[in-house]
DNA sequence: ACTAACCGGAAGATTGCCGTCCACTTAGGA
DNA sequence: TCCTAAGTGGACGGCAATCTTCCGGTTAGT
């Protein structure tokens, strides 16, 4: 692939992320290949259709989710406050669209995304470790697990709120034996 | 209006609903014909634009809701109580995409929803009478405002999820200075 | 300097929804 | 029972937006 290719290639997926986050995952391939600064058909040559592209996207976007979890387990801080951080992290990103479009996607297409369901169950694997651990020391309530988490998250993620931080750390006040507000 | 005609505008917004929920608010006119099992005639007769129809979804849903208040302030528990059993009530209804869809109406189309715009101010009115009493009281931690109530029932209406309930108990007891799950 | 790779975007095809219109049916009063 | 104003369904013409291809022109990189 030609270096101004990957370029392009690159740019494309920026502006699709841009694109789908204020005009849902039909946004139009024009305005995203507008944004980009190229042409439509560069987008069609590099991603045959509509599902490759969100793929690229998703593959990215799980990417930097689980890469933030790493930093919050390297932190070398409890698990507690690893998952603390993670959680904050998380609703600092204000994600949006992009989140809810992968949130509802048909089934079916999940099902050739192979790197994000990999990555995507790799990080669920490693949430739930450090809530067993956290659980196991009685710093968190034991009625809440990975998924929800994870639900909780993405519910955040797809409604972009000024004082979501601020809901965030509500919850984790509900979680976290540990913290008491006040 | 003749009897039968009357039925038929019932069934128009209930189909309405159902077909939103599941399909936004810009669902096609005849999916939502059909589901009342009606002609598309009949439907523009009734309501001459899709906003008129979203404009009745709209003011049942807001009334459903500030009724739900009301039992919540008569049940004659204390004001924490009446939030508390306030908000498990919306937690329960499992509104999705109604509420999502509402919730991002373009602001100029709520300009003629006088009715919707009025009994939600009212509302808004009487959370924050509740919130203010709870604070006083020292019953709830002060930096959470009706408003953010609002916005998280919204936030939780929008995602319908198993476990919705749970995640609103949750909240809850990040919010409420008295609750101490365990 | 040469060429394989790449690019842009015009244009034709397709899709899906809108909203009207009118011939037919029915509720409900006289 | 009869009569008619009110109500009904859904086919249809029109429109607008998006898809996807295709090709003449450009460029990176050897």
């Not at 932190?75 to 992290?89: K, T």
């Not at 479009?101 to 995507?120: H, I, Y």
Request: aromatic share 4%; net charge negative; charged share 30%.
């Amino acid at each position: 692939m030609r270096a101004d290719a990957r370029r392009n290639r690159d740019r494309i997926v920026e502006a699709a992320r841009a694109v789908v986050a204020e005009r849902g995952v039909d946004a139009p391939m024009e305005l995203i290949a507008r944004r980009a600064e190229v042409g439509v058909g560069t987008v069609y040559r590099r991603f045959p259709d509509r599902h490759a592209l969100i793929a690229a996207m998703a593959d990215q976007y799980i990417h930097e989710i689980a890469d933030a979890l790493t930093k919050a387990e390297e932190s070398g801080e409890g698990a507690m406050a690893a998952l603390r951080s993670f959680v904050l992290w998380c609703g600092d990103q204000g994600r949006g669209a992009l989140a809810a479009a992968l949130a509802d996607l048909p089934q079916e297409l999940f099902e050739e995304m192979r790197e994000f369901v990999t990555v995507r169950a790799n990080m669920v694997e490693r949430l739930e470790a450090l809530v067993a651990t956290a659980q196991e020391r009685g710093e968190m309530r034991a009625d809440v697990g990975a998924d929800d988490l994870m639900t909780l998250l993405n519910i955040f993620a797809c409604h972009p709120t000024p004082r979501g931080g601020h809901y965030l750390r509500i919850m984790l006040d509900g979680i976290d034996n540990g913290s008491r507000h006040r």
